[in-house]
Nanobody, 124 residues
């Protein structure tokens, strides 16, 4: 069982930056590939970024490639999402997710554990 708690969301102007954090409980964090997803009002939850258990492999949605960076600290049981050059279309609730696998995944159905989400709002 893994419990996830996100933080770091907020209101920022277009072009600004935010850093999201997701802290995991339990001793199995390093056994999980991790992902970030987001859901805007009236839209489906969509993939943003993922990272392998060791951090050696990452994957990004085309819409955030070059602007967002996912990383993890297996000592602190934390995964991060650094978001730069934010755009109004990045406005959404951002969710952290975990899957007990060595492989990253882009499909939300492949993740077993989810956090409660943190709101990110980008003003124009």
């Amino acid at each position: 069982q893994v419990q996830l708690v996100e933080s770091g969301g907020g209101l920022v102007q277009a072009g600004g930056s935010l850093r999201l954090s997701c802290v995991a409980s339990g001793r199995t964090f390093s056994s999980n590939a991790m992902g970030w997803f987001r859901q805007a009002p009236g839209k489906e939850r969509e993939f943003v970024a993922a990272i392998s258990r060791s951090g050696a492999m990452t994957n990004y949605a085309d819409s955030v490639k070059g602007r967002f960076t996912i990383s993890r600290d297996n000592v602190k049981n934390t995964v991060f999402l650094q978001m730069d050059n934010l755009k109004p279309e990045d406005t959404a609730i951002y969710y952290c997710a975990a899957r007990p696998s060595i492989y990253v995944a882009v499909n939300k159905r492949d993740y077993d554990y989810w956090g409660q989400g943190t709101q990110v709002t980008v003003s124009s």
